[in-house]
């Protein structure tokens, strides 16, 4: 649960300076999953080098859940933008948590209804962060919604896939080869991202200061690079409801960072602490278990 804690304070950070970076959304996509792919290039090659390479059969698989997860959940978010305002585009992403446990559910042909229910109450606890008093959400593009919804699939699948390719004892796979194979998820995600913004990008639109790239380095190296890590191999240490739950963690984190300089943004403090009580809620009742059992791999 830690390096999922960990992640979710890692991206909080990092969307102020989203929103300032002025950076054409596409271009920005595809450098941040470039320079995560780099970081993770050195360690794919000396494990490979050390232990043989790697069936062709689990790379590829890696790469289609990078190409899902990262590559087409940020195409399909940053389009988002284009049809939403930032706070309808930050709204509608709170619905993963219940995605997660339905994408699961199908795969394992059950429904666990206490991870469901925690992922419930995680929706619940982001609304109380962000739900406008002025929104009519009634009136939303239904292009924007259908892209921001897509993205939180994306994002959802790839998290219950990357599970099952390292939790199933059939997989032959360890959770220590998670670090070594991770460089195959952001060779995947840039073949997806990368051709999107060849095609997108102008040429002015890679005029950048040194600011702005300042602001890609950080934000390929660190929220993208180190989180979505930090995330992947958390997500094999919980149960679904759990993963789900913390899914929405980032919203209050977020708020946090918000409050504290240089930001200072004003916001009620009772509305933090009340969607903090809920989550921490959710998260009791994803582990909650009336009768005790054992548990599969994956539960």
Known sequence: MLFLILASFLW??????????GIHPDLLSAARLGLAALLFLPVLARGQGRSGLRPPRMAVKLAIVGAIQFGLMYVLVMRSYAHLAGFEVALLTVTTPVLVVLIEGALERRIALRHLAAALIAVFAALVMRWPASGHFDTLPLKGF??????????????ILYRRLYSGAAAGESQSDAVRDFGWLYLGAFAVAGPWAALHVGATDVDLSAPQ???ILYLGLIPSGLAFYLWNRGALSVNVGTLAVLNNLKVPLAVLVALAPPFSEPFEGGRLLGSAAVLALALVVSNWRSVPHAASPRT
Do not use: P
């Open 12 to 21: 909080s950070v990092s969307f102020a300076l989203i929103k300032s970076s």
């Open 146 to 159: 259908a892209l921001v919804g897509g993205a939180n699939a994306a994002w959802a699948l790839g998290q």
């Open 213 to 215: 790239l300042g602001k």
